[in-house]
């Protein structure tokens, strides 16, 4: 069995409120938070799944199924749908904003 922590959540800090809420309970005052208006251009859309299957910190089973390929059932990007929504010439153009803090 594999015994992998977890870790933050994903998109802990894509939040306005969460990212202005962390900074003030870790002890920063002050703090102004902006969103930038980024997008994410993808060649196909299974590479948001894999993307976010692969990148960042580990998170539980994703993490496990990482270091255990051979465990992996993986039957397809359950995602691929929602990314379809994003096609645009040939490309998936995804809002994905980032969110910045910064404090005195």
Same mark, same amino acid.
């Given at each position: %069995?594999?015994?992998?922590? @977890?870790?933050?959540?994903?998109?802990?800090?894509?939040? @306005?409120?969460?990212?202005?809420?962390?900074? #003030?309970?870790?002890?920063?005052?002050?703090?102004? !938070?902006? #969103?930038?208006?980024?997008?994410? *251009?993808?060649?196909?859309?299974?590479?948001?799944?894999?993307?976010?299957?692969?990148?960042?910190?580990?998170?539980?089973?994703?993490?496990?199924?990482? *270091?255990? =390929?051979?465990?992996?059932?993986?039957?397809?990007? =359950?995602?691929?749908? +929602?990314? @379809? +929504?994003? +096609?645009?010439?040939? @490309?998936? !153009?995804?809002? %994905? =904003?980032?969110?910045?803090?910064?404090?005195?």
């Amino acid at each position: %069995m594999c015994r992998c922590r @977890e870790g933050p959540p994903f998109f802990r800090f894509s939040d @306005e409120r969460a990212t202005r809420t962390t900074l #003030e309970q870790t002890g920063f005052g002050d703090i102004q !938070v902006h #969103e930038l208006p980024l997008v994410w *251009r993808l060649k196909s859309a299974g590479d948001a799944f894999d993307a976010l299957s692969r990148g960042g910190v580990p998170h539980g089973r994703k993490s496990c199924v990482r *270091r255990h =390929p051979k465990r992996s059932t993986r039957s397809g990007p =359950p995602s691929a749908l +929602a990314v @379809e +929504a994003y +096609a645009q010439g040939g @490309e998936f !153009v995804i809002p %994905m =904003p980032a969110v910045t803090g910064v404090w005195d």
